[in-house]
Protein backbone atom coordinates (compact mmCIF):
# COMPACT_ATOMS: atom_id res chain seq x y z
CA UNK A 1 0.00 0.00 0.00
CA UNK A 2 1.04 3.45 -0.99
CA UNK A 3 -0.27 6.61 1.21
CA UNK A 4 -0.19 10.12 -0.78
CA UNK A 5 -0.48 12.96 1.84
CA UNK A 6 -1.07 16.43 -0.19
CA UNK A 7 -0.54 19.90 0.85
CA UNK A 8 -0.82 23.66 -0.64
CA UNK A 9 -3.80 24.25 -1.93
CA UNK A 10 -6.25 27.08 -1.00
CA UNK A 11 -7.13 30.95 -2.85
CA UNK A 12 -5.42 32.83 -5.00
CA UNK A 13 -5.86 36.18 -6.86
CA UNK A 14 -5.84 35.51 -10.67
CA UNK A 15 -1.69 36.04 -11.75
CA UNK A 16 -1.13 34.27 -8.28
CA UNK A 17 0.92 31.35 -7.85
CA UNK A 18 0.71 28.37 -4.97
CA UNK A 19 2.96 25.23 -4.74
CA UNK A 20 1.34 22.06 -4.14
CA UNK A 21 3.26 19.17 -2.80
CA UNK A 22 2.38 15.05 -2.65
CA UNK A 23 4.26 12.97 -0.29
CA UNK A 24 4.64 9.30 0.03
CA UNK A 25 4.35 6.52 1.99
CA UNK A 26 4.49 2.49 2.32
CA UNK A 27 5.65 0.44 -0.68
CA UNK A 28 6.60 3.46 -2.59
CA UNK A 29 8.81 0.81 -4.48
CA UNK A 30 6.25 -0.35 -6.60
CA UNK A 31 5.44 3.41 -8.01
CA UNK A 32 6.07 3.90 -11.89
CA UNK A 33 5.16 7.53 -11.64
CA UNK A 34 3.62 10.75 -9.40
CA UNK A 35 1.62 13.40 -10.70
CA UNK A 36 -1.55 15.58 -10.07
CA UNK A 37 -4.50 15.09 -11.62
CA UNK A 38 -7.18 17.93 -11.74
CA UNK A 39 -11.88 18.11 -11.33
CA UNK A 40 -13.71 20.97 -12.08
CA UNK A 41 -17.17 21.29 -11.03
CA UNK A 42 -19.41 19.43 -13.27
CA UNK A 43 -16.16 18.22 -15.56
CA UNK A 44 -14.46 14.87 -15.92
CA UNK A 45 -11.18 14.18 -13.83
CA UNK A 46 -7.98 15.26 -16.34
CA UNK A 47 -4.04 14.86 -16.11
CA UNK A 48 -2.16 17.77 -15.21
CA UNK A 49 1.42 16.61 -15.31
CA UNK A 50 2.99 13.31 -14.16
CA UNK A 51 6.77 12.86 -13.50
CA UNK A 52 7.92 9.21 -15.04
CA UNK A 53 10.13 7.08 -13.03
CA UNK A 54 13.36 8.18 -14.53
CA UNK A 55 12.48 11.81 -14.96
CA UNK A 56 10.35 12.28 -17.74
CA UNK A 57 7.55 14.40 -18.05
CA UNK A 58 3.77 14.92 -19.09
CA UNK A 59 1.96 18.03 -19.00
CA UNK A 60 -1.24 18.86 -20.29
CA UNK A 61 -1.64 21.90 -22.74
CA UNK A 62 -3.47 24.42 -21.11
CA UNK A 63 -1.43 24.36 -18.32
CA UNK A 64 2.14 24.26 -19.93
CA UNK A 65 4.45 27.49 -19.75
CA UNK A 66 3.17 28.52 -16.01
CA UNK A 67 2.33 25.17 -14.36
CA UNK A 68 6.32 23.06 -13.43
CA UNK A 69 6.20 19.22 -11.91
CA UNK A 70 9.00 18.36 -9.87
CA UNK A 71 9.67 15.50 -7.81
CA UNK A 72 12.27 14.85 -4.78
CA UNK A 73 13.28 11.33 -4.76
CA UNK A 74 15.09 11.56 -1.47
CA UNK A 75 11.73 12.73 0.09
CA UNK A 76 9.17 10.93 -2.05
CA UNK A 77 7.28 13.91 -2.71
CA UNK A 78 6.21 15.58 -6.02
CA UNK A 79 5.38 19.15 -6.71
CA UNK A 80 3.36 20.97 -8.77
CA UNK A 81 4.38 24.86 -8.94
CA UNK A 82 1.31 26.91 -10.72
CA UNK A 83 2.32 30.31 -11.80
CA UNK A 84 -0.13 32.58 -13.07
CA UNK A 85 -2.95 31.08 -12.03
CA UNK A 86 -6.27 31.57 -13.89
CA UNK A 87 -9.72 31.13 -12.79
CA UNK A 88 -10.20 28.45 -14.93
CA UNK A 89 -7.27 26.41 -13.10
CA UNK A 90 -10.09 26.52 -10.22
CA UNK A 91 -10.22 22.57 -9.36
CA UNK A 92 -9.91 19.82 -6.77
CA UNK A 93 -6.22 18.87 -7.22
CA UNK A 94 -5.74 15.09 -6.78
CA UNK A 95 -2.32 12.99 -6.19
CA UNK A 96 -1.66 10.41 -8.14
CA UNK A 97 0.68 7.25 -8.37
CA UNK A 98 0.35 4.43 -11.02
CA UNK A 99 2.10 1.24 -9.49
CA UNK A 100 2.37 -2.49 -9.84
CA UNK A 101 3.49 -1.81 -13.38
CA UNK A 102 1.14 0.89 -14.55
CA UNK A 103 -1.87 -1.40 -13.47
CA UNK A 104 -3.41 0.71 -10.77
CA UNK A 105 -3.31 3.64 -9.24
CA UNK A 106 -3.01 5.49 -5.68
CA UNK A 107 -4.49 8.69 -5.04
CA UNK A 108 -4.32 11.12 -2.50
CA UNK A 109 -7.47 12.78 -0.60
CA UNK A 110 -7.87 16.02 -2.88
CA UNK A 111 -6.66 19.61 -2.04
CA UNK A 112 -9.03 22.64 -3.25
CA UNK A 113 -7.45 25.36 -5.47
CA UNK A 114 -9.85 28.62 -6.04
CA UNK A 115 -8.45 31.33 -8.17
CA UNK A 116 -10.70 34.30 -7.65
CA UNK A 117 -10.40 37.63 -6.97
Known amino acids: QVQLLESGGGLVQPGGSLRLSCAAS????????MGWYRQAPGKQRELVAR???????NIVDSVKGRFTISRDNAKNTVYLQMNSLKPEDTAVYYC???????????WGQGTQVTVSS
Open 51 to 57: IINGGST
Open 26 to 33: GSIFSINA
Open 96 to 106: NAPAGGWSYDY
